[in-house]
């Protein structure tokens, strides 16, 4: 699930959901770094689950810079490492940012935030509109833009290596941006909009998108849920509930996806 925006309202305490599965994976916008909650919140969901993955939107560097944002994550992914070695009653904490984890021999996930690419026709739109430039503290869209590109080609690398080494190894990719232009992942409502390309990027031509090696892929970030498979057999999902004051009625917290078969 992502998109939970627990920062709007202040309702980290609120937002209760039954245990249905072994692995939770939350793809960003959850709340804010700078605020303590969000981290009192994984920790109680680090309680819940054996693993707990955890994708960095573009919420969570508000106040603060993108470096000081991984920082703290890495910090508290630590934290729990020493807290899950200590107790067997805590699951792992997985911080997914150009991360591999491999969670049996035959599957493995692959993570990061995968900022957008902001197209020259819309940068002066998205510049001005979208919230990140300045509340992300030395954000550009130049960095989100190399960001982009860096992570682009960390999944192409990571995909290739493991279709090649590791044939019968599943993947499955966990990203807050949209990787996809298809239809199927947007609202037929911003389809022609002059800020698309600050929620998504066609990545239809990049071997992390192509690769039957790749299972499914699942992101956030759209506030637009969906679930099918495309022509190759990947399963593309979205599961976001979007803010508090706006929820999507289409979001499931009790959504539970099988890795693999």
């Given amino acids: 699930m992502s998109d ?21 994976a939350l793809l960003g916008d959850i709340g804010h770094v700078a605020n303590e909650q969000l981290f009192k919140f994984l920790e109680h969901q680090i309680q819940r689950y054996l693993i707990v993955f955890f994708v960095l939107g573009n919420h969570e560097p ?36 150009q ?17 957008s690419h902001v197209t020259p026709e819309q940068e002066f739109s998205v510049e001005s509109r979208a919230v990140d430039f300045k509340d992300i503290l030395h954000w550009t869209v130049e960095d989100h833009n190399l960001a982009h590109e ?42 022609h909009s002059d800020v698309t390309s600050a929620f998504m990027t066609d990545l239809s031509s990049e071997e992390c998108w192509t690769s039957t090696a790749v299972k499914a892929w699942a992101f956030g970030h759209t506030h637009y849920n969906c679930q099918f498979t495309d022509e190759r057999g990947k399963v593309v999902l979205a599961n976001q509930k979007g803010y508090q004051m706006f ?6 917290a ?3 996806f099988q890795l693999g078969n």
């Fill in 62 to 97: 508000y106040h603060m810079s993108l470096q000081t944002a991984k920082k703290k994550m890495r910090a508290f992914e630590a934290k729990m490492e020493q807290t899950r070695i200590s107790s067997s009653r805590v699951g792992r904490f997985v911080f997914l940012d």
């Fill in 150 to 191: 860096s992570d682009v080609k960390w999944l192409n690398a990571e995909v290739s290596k493991i279709a090649k080494e590791e044939p019968q190894r599943q993947i499955f990719i966990f990203t807050h941006h949209c990787p996809s232009m298809d239809s199927r992942c947007m609202s037929h409502r911003h389809k």
């Fill in 254 to 256: 009790g959504n539970v």
């Fill in 4 to 24: 939970l925006h627990f920062e709007t309202h202040s309702s980290y305490d609120d937002f209760h959901f039954q245990n249905r599965a072994s692995y939770l």
């Fill in 99 to 115: 991360t591999r984890y491999d969670i049996s021999d035959t599957h493995t996930v692959l993570g990061c935030t995968l900022f």
């Fill in 247 to 252: 929820p999507r009625k289409s979001f499931d």
